[in-house]
């Protein structure tokens, strides 16, 4: 048996992958690991505002050596050494 249907369906389109996950829970945590867990949201806001900052100065111009020095950039600020 086919089912018909009222009003065809063309021009069907797959949604994209998600690119990114959010997740919500609550923690139990100390004073001190809640400092640090701010500090540390703190330290990944500064260098997503600095990669944007630099995506922005780049312009329209987005090619694998301009990722690759912003990548070098945010690896130098972030490494502890």
């Keep these: ?3 018909r249907l009222r009003h065809p369906v063309a021009g069907t389109e797959e949604a994209p992958a998600a690119t990114s996950m959010s ?3 609550r923690l139990r945590v100390s004073a ?3 400092a640090v867990i701010n500090s540390l949201g703190r330290q990944l806001a500064h260098l ?3 990669d944007l900052k630099a995506r ?4 329209g111009l987005h090619s694998a050596d301009t990722w690759a020095k912003r990548k070098r950039g945010i690896a130098r600020e972030s490494s502890s050494r």
């Design 1 to 3: 048996m086919t089912r």
């Design 23 to 25: 997740m919500r829970t």
């Design 32 to 34: 001190a690991d809640q």
């Design 48 to 50: 997503a505002g600095s």
């Design 56 to 59: 922005v100065a780049d312009g």
